[in-house]
Each structure stands twice: as C-alpha cells, then as structure tokens.
C-alpha cells in the first residue's frame, strides 16, 4: 500500500477560545491540527457534492435538447454528403 504525504501549509488562524477549548479537551493540545484537517475535509467533500451534484442535474436536465440537437446536426451533415 502507497501513502501519499500531502505538502503542508502553516496558517495563523483565529477561533473563539471555547471552540478551542472544547477540540483540546477531546483531541488534546497536539490533536488541534489533525481535527481542523478532519473537519475542513468533511466540510469540503459536502461542498464538492453540492456542487458536483447541481452540474449533474444541469447536464441531465438538458440532455434530451442536446440530443435532439445532435440528431439535426447529423442528418443535416449526412444529406449534404450525399448531395
């Protein structure tokens, strides 16, 4: 099995010192980064399936109109080849 290690990139960010408080309490001083990472992919992987799924729907909602365009492109292609 191939891990791939992914570069890092050092932020200096700021949360509300509850927020804090509580991810340390359950991860730890030395956890904070490894729930933020958990918590950005989570969140990204919602947005991408949001996202991905809106284009999904626009391509299927137009799909029987490209088809029907095609079909006109294609016989108008073939019958002035067999001109």
């Known amino acids: 099995m191939v891990i791939a290690v992914m570069p890092n990139t050092r932020l200096n960010i700021t949360l509300p010192t509850p927020i804090v408080d509580d991810i340390k309490a359950l991860y730890g001083q030395r956890g904070l980064s490894q729930f933020l990472e958990e918590a950005a992919r989570e969140k990204l992987e919602k947005v991408k399936k949001k996202s991905y ?3 999904i729907e626009g391509y ?3 799909a029987e109109d490209t088809k029907e365009v095609l079909k006109k492109f294609e016989a108008a292609v073939t019958e002035k080849r067999d001109v």
Do not use: D, I, N
């Open 53 to 55: 799924k809106g284009l």
């Open 60 to 62: 299927t909602s137009t």
